[in-house]
């Protein structure tokens, strides 16, 4: 693929309003100096600028950029406005035990009865496949690994993705259907979004009081779980988890206390026992590796 042909991927992404960046040729990998390498001058005056500060969508630096080599096209997910689902393949796992992506995130969609959302998708090198999600205005979600499930990646901030048109030695990216981006689900939502904070407990020194604040949010959460409605009952249940995981971290729960409590209402709104432990024990594993005790008074 020329010079071209790659400028008019990163013309037409930019076009979008996706913020692009140039990958070395036939490569994935970003083709911006590094922090060690930093000149300082230009962009990098006032200080090193990543390649997710200097992504761009100003044609006349695209052209500039794409004019010294055949660069593959990078898309920063955050500045984009853009949450991006990473559907692997067990190929690209290294192993046909490893479950299907696609597969996995289609039953994650028929849980919450949702058909699979048609919106702007590329296939990727491997036979995977990205799926292109507006972010929600407000909310900064950045990126995971295997958080909504195994195969199951996501691109947010921090992140980029590789754009339709690229080329690798194995083949091109292809947008294969869906001209438009559509919303991220909220079921979707719920599980990226950072959990909030909870409110600042009257004095948190006074173990008492900090223990009686935890005792209350489990009370609100278990509420929230209980009254999940169809279609967001494993979202409310993550959620939850999510949010008391904290308290575990912090010694004011105990996590057996928590799991009885969110299983039995994640089963009276219709969960499976398998569903409510699985989401309970991601969730909790995650919030509880994220947060110490000094999380209490921030």
């Known amino acids: 693929m020329n010079h071209t042909q790659l400028m008019k991927a990163a013309l037409d992404a930019a076009e979008r309003g996706w913020h692009?960046?140039?990958?070395?040729?036939?490569?994935?990998?970003?083709?911006?100096?590094?922090e060690k390498s930093c000149p300082h001058t230009g962009e990098c005056s006032g200080g090193h600028r990543k390649w997710e500060q200097?992504?761009?969508?100003?044609?006349?630096?695209?052209?500039?950029?794409?004019?010294?080599a055949p660069f593959n096209v990078g898309i920063a997910t955050g500045p984009s406005g853009l949450v991006?689902?990473?559907?692997d393949t067990p190929e690209h796992k290294g192993s046909s035990d490893a479950p299907d992506g696609a597969a996995t995130f289609g039953a994650l969609c028929e849980r919450a009865a949702q058909a699979v959302p048609d919106t702007y998708r590329v296939r990727t090198i491997s036979g995977g496949t990205h799926l292109y999600f507006t972010a929600p205005a407000g909310v900064r979600i950045g990126s995971t690994?295997?958080?909504?499930?195994?195969?199951?990646?996501?691109?947010?901030?921090g992140g980029y993705v590789v754009a339709a048109g690229s080329i690798l030695p194995a083949g091109q990216y292809e947008a294969l259907s869906a001209p438009e981006t559509v919303p991220v689900p909220l079921w979707l939502q719920s599980i990226l979004e950072?959990?909030?904070?909870?409110?600042?407990?009257?004095?948190?020194?006074?173990?008492?009081?900090s223990r009686r604040y935890a005792d209350v949010a489990l009370a609100n959460e278990t509420r929230n779980v209980a009254t999940a409605q169809h279609g967001s009952r494993e979202a409310a249940l993550f959620r939850a988890a999510r949010a008391?995981?904290?308290f575990v971290a912090w010694g004011d729960l105990p996590r057996h206390l928590v799991e009885q409590a969110l299983q039995e209402a994640g089963e009276a709104t219709g969960l499976s026992a398998s569903e409510c432990r699985s989401t309970l024990r991601s969730a909790l594993n995650w919030s509880i590796t994220h947060n110490s005790r000094s999380g209490a008074t921030a």
């Open 84 to 87: 991006v689902v990473d559907l």
């Open 145 to 157: 690994a295997g958080t909504v499930a195994e195969s199951v990646d996501t691109r947010g901030w």
């Open 194 to 209: 950072p959990a909030p904070k909870p409110a600042q407990a009257p004095s948190v020194a006074v173990a008492g009081q």
């Open 244 to 246: 008391l995981g904290r």
């Open 20 to 34: 692009v960046f140039p990958l070395r040729p036939g490569s994935k990998r970003p083709a911006l100096h590094g």
């Open 54 to 68: 200097r992504a761009t969508t100003d044609p006349n630096r695209i052209w500039a950029a794409w004019s010294r």
